[in-house]
Each structure stands twice: as structure tokens, then as C-alpha cells.
């Protein structure tokens, strides 16, 4: 979990020869300084396959590629995903634990599609899942018939971005 992760950086900072004393020499320097960084800046990426809420059976949705640098996620989905609705909610249940933010995190997101009508709103990612609003609000807001989800139609690429840690 992210507290992991940082507690695991903690404990590099206090058993890091590098940090025992002052570095004497600009190579000492350069060490300690690729060293932090690569504590600092763990790049992490990869993908999952997003459990879809909200359809009366789930869409085929390709995978989900996220990225981290640091404290910062973004989640790239990689192709329409659109369905019919059963609910007035739409969300994806199944983000993976180490990318869940400490607290609930609001992103704007455009290209939603709700009873054929494309849109904008708002993800909001927490505990594991990601709750989609419409038309910029965090509620739920969908109908509960028709075609919803993901618009990739006009060629844009939707992403959302956000800290796993305020």
C-alpha cells in the first residue's frame, strides 16, 4: 500500500551509507544525488483490465494503463468503452490497492456518453474504485437506460490524473 512504499523510503534515508556523513567530494555527490533520486522518482507503470459498474453486463473495455511518478497517477483507458445502463451509477470497481489515493481525489474528465449523449464530468477515485459523474458533477447522475461510458470516438484519448497522497 502506499504507506509501504514510504515507509520503505523512510528506512532508505536512515541506512543509507550516503547519509551517515556529508558527501566530501563532487563524485560523493553525484552518487547521493542519483541515489535520492531514484528513491524520490520510483517510476512505475502498467495495466488492468477495469470491472465495469452500472451495465446490465459488463463492456468490453480493453485495459486500463496507468503510470506513477512519485505520488502522481494517471490512468490512460485504452478504448471505447460503452454499454447499456441499468443503474444511475457508472464506475469501475477494481483499481488496483497501491494506486488508491489516502483521500477521495476529483478529476475532471471529458468524453462520457450518457443515453447516447456525449459529455463531460468529473471521476472520482477511492478505496479501489473510480465513480464516474456527469456533466461536471461527483454524484450520480446517469440514466438508468440507454447507451454510457467511455466516448473515444473523435479520436481523443481519456485519462484522468491525480496525488495518492494529500
Request: aromatic content about 12%; some cysteine.
Amino acid at each position: 500500500m502506499v504507506f509501504d512504499r514510504f515507509k520503505a523510503r523512510t528506512e532508505y534515508f536512515r541506512n543509507s551509507p550516503s547519509l551517515q556523513r556529508m558527501p566530501g567530494s563532487q563524485r560523493e555527490w553525484v552518487d547521493f544525488m542519483q541515489e535520492l533520486s531514484s528513491v524520490i522518482h520510483e517510476g512505475r507503470s502498467g495495466t488492468f483490465t477495469p470491472t465495469f459498474t452500472g451495465f446490465s453486463s459488463d463492456p468490453a473495455g480493453g485495459k486500463v494503463y496507468w503510470a506513477q511518478s512519485g505520488s502522481i497517477v494517471t490512468l490512460a483507458f485504452e478504448t471505447q468503452s460503452s454499454g447499456t445502463s441499468n443503474l444511475t451509477t457508472f464506475g469501475i470497481s477494481n483499481l488496483p490497492d497501491d494506486l488508491g489515493p489516502n483521500v477521495s481525489q476529483v478529476c475532471p474528465i471529458v468524453g462520457l456518453i450518457d443515453n447516447n449523449v456525449k459529455s463531460w464530468g468529473a471521476a472520482v477515485v477511492y478505496n479501489g474504485t473510480i465513480a464516474f459523474g456527469y456533466e461536471g458533477t461527483e454524484s450520480a447522475s446517469w440514466t438508468n437506460s440507454g447507451t454510457k461510458g467511455l466516448d473515444m470516438s473523435q479520436g481523443a484519448a481519456l485519462s484522468i490524473t491525480y496525488n495518492l497522497v494529500l
